[in-house]
């Protein structure tokens, strides 16, 4: 296992031409959903919009994230404190990673080296080594840490804190916070601008989305949402996800039970799309066509067509489903 | 004092002294928190029992959770703070105690004292009080003060809460079974104006007793407190909690029991598993070793309360109390919704869980219950009732 974990570090090493490859390599044609409380991913054959099978997996899986071969999706289990890589292809787990206490999201470093662990019960940001599998660092941050960003140049590891209201910007090397910055009330997940220069935070009970300048540290704007026939207090973003042609942020809005589609260049809500109850997180297709939404509380999958803001079929999945990541 | 700040002189002064010491010294906050002495609510005999709706421990537990949970921000903005406990005896003793806190410099008190030592104390008082523990809603109407806040759920709350879901469910019949202590006469007259306002049909109601006279016996006896009546369901009203606890299963038809047994509407409960609240109540647990209840909630939201105003730069008496009912300033209660001060009478408009000790059945307000401008103010007083005067 470790032998073929290195191998893929080292397809890693040669770069995004490499992950683009690799990741072409071995398509599935499927969706993978964790579900919180089934201990499974569900899996959707994209092409029919189907159930294909379940994969069992760690206690309460939540976020998910392929490693650069483009075949080994790590899926972090809160309830596991660790992560379980999944053989996509063969539906199975094939090995684990410890991340420290009840793990919440995670990125890796550029080079796939290395993950950035949230660690929701310690407050901390934990560095985890993937070849050797073991915690190399533990950065304290507020509590409750949940959304994790790399920057793409890897010298910065950006987290929210849901409790302290904050986004840390840590420098991992030095391994300590050089940054706090403020910003709306529990803030969730993270998604940078298509030129990385500005970073756009959900505030799930701000019913914003804060936007960082990743040059300044500072917010730079507030996207406030509004609703037809919803009140504020119904609006609680969780999920975005940049657009593959870099214009339009895909922004799930919780309890309103919508999908926001944010103009980036001029901050505007040009769609407003129906979804199941609670959408949380939110994951695009390869081409970009199609965005597959997690409804936490109906327990379904919405997939929308893109172009035509429209929600073409919703999906039963596993119990209090967290993510969606899409290998079509 | 406050004369020698007013002149001009004094007012530089101060302002030098701020100027020289602020940026040497973190600023430091004073928290009060004010409980019953030998409280008999928290006999470990008492606690064992674990009644729904009873206090688990001190309110400054729950105090020292919130705080250390925001250390982060605190260390951040350089600001320290102090807790200042106490306890009273009477309603003369909680008002020197209360006196005592707001000349130490408290900028708020958070209490868990009984309704009338509240109503006598509050009033000699101008520091945010929070009252984290007195459902009572006397204190929200007849006796209620600008300055005194209400993190626990009304009396009201609860029953409207439990009201609204048996509607949703069309469980309309509703038999009510009660005590006749004081506090159940009038928490009986709460939980019929709720079966009113939520169109519910009571179809008996019926005092029980547990007594120690051999001759009362069928008097707690529930196959023949339930008999002869059809009905949806059973609300007992027990402030003791004994009774309610025997109820069901035990009584003459299959049907559910709601109120101080069965079913609960709960400011907290904590095994509730959305939006985050696994984390604080195991930090709590992990904290105290033991679970987080209702009473621990309303403690420990006072004081993110206090906490995220003196974050907001609100850090005198005066500046919280203003800043806490401004209509923005909400709060993060971990249930899933923004929380925030009702304008008219100072409570926190909260959801309740409904619980039956097990796990966590369903929230409140009950889908499909609407209100004009926020839904969470189906539950408590409304602000056209107007029950409360002084603003």
Known sequence: ?328 | MTERIRRPAGRILVAAIALCVLPLHAATLTVGVLSRADDERLDSRQVELAYLGHPGGAPAQAVGVAIKESQFELDAADLKIKIETATARDAADARAQMQRLEKAGAVGIVLDLPADWIARAAPAIKIALFNAGEPDDVLRAGQCLPNLLHTYPSERMRADALAQTLAVRRWSKVLVLHGTTADDTTRLATVQASIKRFGLKPVAVRPFKISADPRERDLANPLLLTANLDYDVVWVVDTDGEFARQLPYRISLPRPVVGDGGLFAVAWAPNFERFGAPQLARRFQRGLGRPMTGHDWAAWIATKAILQAALDKAMTPAAQLKALVQPGFTLDGFKGVRLSFRAWDRQLRQPLLLTDGQGVIGLAPAEGILHPTNVLDTLGADAPEGLCKTR
């Open chain 1, 1 to 328: 296992m470790i032998s073929r974990l290195h191998r893929h570090l080292l397809w890693s090493a040669l770069g995004m031409l490499a992950l683009a490859t690799a990741a072409h390599a071995k398509d599935t044609g499927m969706a993978f959903v964790s579900s919180e409380k089934d201990n499974a991913l569900a899996v959707i054959d994209v092409k029919t919009l189907a159930i294909a099978g379940t994969i069992p997996t760690c206690k309460r899986p939540r976020h998910m994230q392929f490693l650069p071969d483009g075949t080994t999706l790590m899926v972090a289990c809160g309830d596991s404190n660790r992560a379980d890589l999944v053989d996509v292809a063969a539906r199975k787990v094939v090995g684990n990673i410890p991340l420290g206490d009840d793990p919440e999201a995670f990125d890796l470093s550029p080079d796939g080296k290395l993950a950035y662990v949230s660690n929701e019960e310690d407050g901390a940001l934990n560095v985890v080594d993937l070849a050797s599998k073991k915690i190399i660092k533990s950065i304290p941050v507020g509590k409750e840490p949940e959304g994790v960003k790399t920057s793409p140049d890897g010298s910065r590891v950006y987290v929210t804190s849901e409790v302290a209201n904050m986004v840390h910007v840590i420098d991992p090397t030095a391994g300590k916070v050089v940054k706090n910055i403020q910003v709306g009330k529990r803030p969730r997940r993270f998604a940078l601008s298509a030129d990385g220069s500005e970073l756009w935070v959900s505030n799930e009970l701000g019913a914003s989305i804060s936007i960082i300048s990743t040059r300044d540290l500072a917010v730079v704007q507030t996207i406030n949402f509004e609703v037809k026939g919803m009140r504020p207090d119904d609006i609680t973003p969780v999920g975005l996800t940049l657009a593959r042609d870099g214009k339009t942020m895909f922004v799930a809005l919780g309890r309103a039970s919508h999908v926001a589609f944010v103009d980036v260049a001029s901050r505007k809500t040009n769609n407003l799309v129906l979804v199941g109850k609670r959408a949380w997180n939110v994951a695009l297709n390869r081409d970009g066509s199609r965005l597959y939404v997690a409804n936490g509380l109906s327990d379904d999958v919405t997939v929308i067509d893109i172009a035509q803001a429209k929600a073409i079929k919703t999906v039963p999945v596993g119990r209090v489903p967290y993510m969606v990541v899409v290998d079509d």
